[in-house]
C-alpha cells in the first residue's frame, strides 16, 4: 500500500508541475478576464462531472468487490451522458453557465466523467500503474497542446484552451479505456441471486449518498466562483481562481493518499485495520500538507506579479494566504471522508459536506459584499475548517478514538521511514 501511495503521490506532482508552469503561461497568454472565464467553464463541468458521481466516482470502486465489471462499466457510462444533460440544464435554468458555453460544459462534463469512470474502474482493478500513467497523459498532453496552441497555432484565447482541455482528456479517455477492455472481455462470475437490475439498484442507494456528498462538496469549494462572479465579475474570479489553483496543489498528497486508503478500507471489515490505518495516513499526510502549504505561503507577491504572472494579478498572496489553513483542514477531511465511505458510513461525509455548503454560503453572503476576492478565499478557508471539526467529532466518536491519538507521534515516523527504507532497499 505505502508504494501505491508514494508512486501515486509522485505521479500527482509531476503533472501538478505542468498544472503549475500552465497557471503562468495562462495568466500570460489569457490575463485575469480570460482565466475568470475559463475557470468558470471549468468550474462549471466540474460541477456536472461531481453530480455523475452517483456511478462514475467511488461507487465504481466500491461494487467491482462486489459485481461483475460490466454492471458497473454500462451505468457509468450512461449515466455520464444523462447526468451531464440533467446537471447541466439545472445551472442553464439557474442562470450559472458562462454566456455561449453551455454545449461547451456538456461535452467537457461527458468527457471527463468518461475518464474519471475509466479511471476508478482502472483502479478497482489494483492497476495502481495504469491509474497514474492515464493522470500523467492528461498532464502531459494538456501541457504539450497548449504549448502548441498558444506558440506555434498562436491561438491565444478561451477558445484555444478549450481545445487543449478537450484533446488532452480524449487521449486519456482513449488510453484508460484500452486498458480496460482485456477486463471487459473476461468472462466474469456472476455472484448467484445477483442481476444487472439488482445491481444498478444498490449503485443507485450508495451513489445518491456518494454524490450528495461530492455534490455538497464540490459546492463548497467552487460556489465561492460565482458569488465573486457576480460581486466582481470575470477578473475577479481570474484573480481567485489563480490563487485557489496554486493553493489547492498540495492537494495532490491528501487525494493520492486517499484514493489508496479508500482502496484499503473498503476492502476489509476489521474496524481496528480501518481505524489504524485511517490515523496514520491522516497524521502524516496533515503534517505534509501544512509543510507544502507554508512553502507556498512564503513566496513573496513580487514574485508572482513581477515574474510569473502579471501586475494585473496583484493581491494574489492575500488570496493564498486567506486559503492557507483551510486548504490544510480540507486535505486532512479528505482522508477522514474516505474512511466513512470505504467503511459504508457514507451519510457521515454527506453530512460533513452539506454542514460545510452551509456554513460558506452563510460566510460567503458576509464577506463576499465586504472583502470581495479576499473574502471569498477567507470564506472557503472557514467551510473547510468546519468541515474537518465535524469529520474528526464523529470519526473520534464512532471509532473510540482519544484527542492524544490525532498527534503525530514518534512511532508515526518510525513507521515511515522504515517502509521508506524497505521501499528503497527492493
Given at each position: 500500500?505505502?508504494?501505491?501511495?508514494?508512486?501515486?503521490?509522485?505521479?500527482?506532482?509531476?503533472?501538478?508541475?505542468?498544472?503549475?508552469?500552465?497557471?503562468?503561461?495562462?495568466?500570460?497568454?489569457?490575463?485575469?478576464?480570460?482565466?475568470?472565464?475559463?475557470?468558470?467553464?471549468?468550474?462549471?463541468?466540474?460541477?456536472?462531472?461531481?453530480?455523475?458521481?452517483?456511478?462514475?466516482?467511488?461507487?465504481?470502486?466500491?461494487?467491482?468487490?462486489?459485481?461483475?465489471?460490466?454492471?458497473?462499466?454500462?451505468?457509468?457510462?450512461?449515466?455520464?451522458?444523462?447526468?451531464?444533460?440533467?446537471?447541466?440544464?439545472?445551472?442553464?435554468?439557474?442562470?450559472?453557465?458562462?454566456?455561449?458555453?453551455?454545449?461547451?460544459?456538456?461535452?467537457?462534463?461527458?468527457?471527463?466523467?468518461?475518464?474519471?469512470?475509466?479511471?476508478?474502474?482502472?483502479?478497482?482493478?489494483?492497476?495502481?500503474?495504469?491509474?497514474?500513467?492515464?493522470?500523467?497523459?492528461?498532464?502531459?498532453?494538456?501541457?504539450?497542446?497548449?504549448?502548441?496552441?498558444?506558440?506555434?497555432?498562436?491561438?491565444?484565447?478561451?477558445?484555444?484552451?478549450?481545445?487543449?482541455?478537450?484533446?488532452?482528456?480524449?487521449?486519456?479517455?482513449?488510453?484508460?479505456?484500452?486498458?480496460?477492455?482485456?477486463?471487459?472481455?473476461?468472462?466474469?462470475?456472476?455472484?448467484?441471486?445477483?442481476?444487472?437490475?439488482?445491481?444498478?439498484?444498490?449503485?443507485?442507494?450508495?451513489?445518491?449518498?456518494?454524490?450528495?456528498?461530492?455534490?455538497?462538496?464540490?459546492?463548497?469549494?467552487?460556489?465561492?466562483?460565482?458569488?465573486?462572479?457576480?460581486?466582481?465579475?470575470?477578473g475577479s474570479v481570474g484573480l481567485l481562481d489563480s490563487g485557489t489553483k496554486m493553493s489547492e496543489s498540495v492537494w495532490h498528497i491528501s487525494n493520492s493518499v486517499s484514493y489508496i486508503e479508500y482502496n484499503s478500507v473498503s476492502k476489509t471489515t476489521d474496524r481496528k485495520e480501518q481505524?489504524?490505518?485511517?490515523?496514520?495516513?491522516?497524521?502524516?499526510?496533515?503534517?505534509?500538507?501544512?509543510?507544502?502549504?507554508?512553502?507556498?505561503?512564503?513566496?513573496?507577491?513580487?514574485?508572482?506579479?513581477?515574474?510569473?504572472?502579471?501586475?494585473?494579478?496583484?493581491?494574489?498572496?492575500?488570496?493564498?494566504?486567506?486559503?492557507?489553513?483551510?486548504?490544510?483542514?480540507?486535505?486532512?477531511?479528505?482522508?477522514?471522508?474516505?474512511?466513512?465511505?470505504?467503511?459504508?458510513?457514507?451519510?457521515?461525509?454527506?453530512?460533513?459536506?452539506?454542514?460545510?455548503?452551509?456554513?460558506?454560503?452563510?460566510?460567503?453572503?458576509?464577506?463576499?459584499?465586504?472583502?470581495?476576492?479576499?473574502?471569498?478565499?477567507?470564506?472557503?478557508?472557514?467551510?473547510?475548517?468546519?468541515?474537518?471539526?465535524?469529520?474528526?467529532?464523529?470519526?473520534?466518536?464512532?471509532?473510540?478514538?482519544?484527542?492524544?491519538?490525532?498527534?503525530?507521534?514518534?512511532?508515526?515516523?518510525?513507521?515511515?521511514?522504515?517502509?521508506?527504507?524497505?521501499?528503497?532497499?527492493?
Amino acid at each position: 500500500m505505502f508504494k501505491d501511495i508514494i508512486n501515486t503521490i509522485g505521479a500527482r506532482y509531476f503533472v501538478a508541475f505542468l498544472n503549475l508552469l500552465l497557471i503562468f503561461i495562462n495568466g500570460k497568454v489569457l490575463g485575469r478576464e480570460g482565466m475568470g472565464m475559463v475557470g468558470l467553464i471549468y468550474a462549471s463541468a466540474n460541477l456536472a462531472v461531481i453530480f455523475n458521481s452517483v456511478l462514475c466516482g467511488n461507487t465504481i470502486i466500491y461494487f467491482m468487490n462486489r459485481y461483475n465489471l460490466r454492471y458497473v462499466f454500462y451505468p457509468a457510462y450512461g449515466w455520464a451522458f444523462a447526468g451531464s444533460a440533467v446537471s447541466c440544464g439545472t445551472m442553464f435554468f439557474f442562470n450559472m453557465l458562462p454566456a455561449g458555453y453551455a454545449m461547451v460544459v456538456f461535452a467537457l462534463a461527458v468527457l471527463i466523467s468518461l475518464v474519471t469512470a475509466n479511471s476508478q474502474m482502472v483502479l478497482g482493478k489494483d492497476n495502481v500503474k495504469g491509474f497514474n500513467m492515464a493522470y500523467i497523459l492528461q498532464g502531459i498532453l494538456m501541457f504539450l497542446v497548449l504549448l502548441y496552441i498558444y506558440y506555434i497555432a498562436e491561438c491565444k484565447s478561451v477558445e484555444g484552451y478549450l481545445a487543449g482541455l478537450f484533446l488532452a482528456n480524449l487521449g486519456a479517455y482513449v488510453y484508460s479505456l484500452i486498458l480496460l477492455i482485456p477486463h471487459l472481455r473476461k468472462r466474469e462470475k456472476v455472484v448467484a441471486g445477483t442481476s444487472f437490475f439488482k445491481a444498478l439498484k444498490e449503485m443507485f442507494v450508495y451513489g445518491i449518498w456518494s454524490g450528495a456528498d461530492n455534490l455538497a462538496e464540490g459546492l463548497a469549494t467552487r460556489l465561492n466562483y460565482f458569488l465573486v462572479k457576480s460581486a466582481g465579475g470575470y477578473g475577479s474570479v481570474g484573480l481567485l481562481d489563480s490563487g485557489t489553483k496554486m493553493s489547492e496543489s498540495v492537494w495532490h498528497i491528501s487525494n493520492s493518499v486517499s484514493y489508496i486508503e479508500y482502496n484499503s478500507v473498503s476492502k476489509t471489515t476489521d474496524r481496528k485495520e480501518q481505524k489504524r490505518v485511517t490515523l496514520q495516513l491522516f497524521k502524516l499526510t496533515c503534517c505534509a500538507l501544512t509543510a507544502v502549504m507554508a512553502v507556498i505561503a512564503c513566496i513573496p507577491e513580487w514574485i508572482f506579479t513581477g515574474y510569473l504572472l502579471t501586475p494585473e494579478f496583484a493581491g494574489i498572496r492575500k488570496v493564498i494566504l486567506a486559503l492557507s489553513f483551510g486548504i490544510v483542514a480540507m486535505g486532512g477531511n479528505r482522508i477522514l471522508s474516505h474512511y466513512f465511505i470505504g467503511s459504508g458510513n457514507i451519510r457521515y461525509s454527506t453530512f460533513c459536506s452539506l454542514f460545510g455548503l452551509v456554513v460558506l454560503l452563510i460566510a460567503g453572503f458576509v464577506l463576499i459584499p465586504v472583502s470581495g476576492v479576499f473574502g471569498a478565499a477567507l470564506t472557503s478557508s472557514i467551510a473547510y475548517t468546519s468541515m474537518l471539526i465535524f469529520s474528526l467529532v464523529v470519526f473520534m466518536k464512532k471509532t473510540g478514538t482519544s484527542p492524544y491519538e490525532l498527534i503525530p507521534l514518534k512511532e508515526d515516523w518510525m513507521t515511515l521511514r522504515g517502509k521508506l527504507r524497505h521501499r528503497k532497499n527492493k
